[in-house]
């Protein structure tokens, strides 16, 4: 399996975790594109921002095989990024629809 495979799978688990929390919570979603641009994103953020403590894609795979406990850790990561991503873009969107 190669980094940009494992980036994929990343962002594709983002987007599972933005239209699960969707489900979970009605009050947050932003229908089922604006769920998934949110997970992606999210995820993109997170294993960008968090990927620097040594579970990014390329540290994954660095050793020429995978390493299962940090590839589970990126998932997990990812997963919550698209999570919290579409929480704090539907309390932006509520803020700034107040404003107007």
Do not use: E, Q, Y
Request: charge should be positive; avoid cysteine; charged fraction near 10%.
């Amino acid at each position: 399996m190669t980094a940009t495979l494992i980036s994929l799978i990343s962002i594709l688990i983002g987007i599972i975790g933005a239209n699960t929390a969707a489900i979970t919570f009605k009050k947050h979603s932003l229908g089922v594109i604006g769920n998934t641009i949110a997970g992606v994103f999210g995820s993109i953020l997170f294993i960008k921002s968090f990927g620097r403590l040594g579970f990014d894609p390329f540290t994954i795979v660095k050793s020429g095989s995978i390493n299962v406990i940090l590839f589970f850790l990126n998932l997990l990561v990812s997963f919550l990024g698209g999570v919290i991503a579409l929480i704090l873009i539907k309390k932006l969107k509520i803020i700034l629809n107040k404003n107007t």
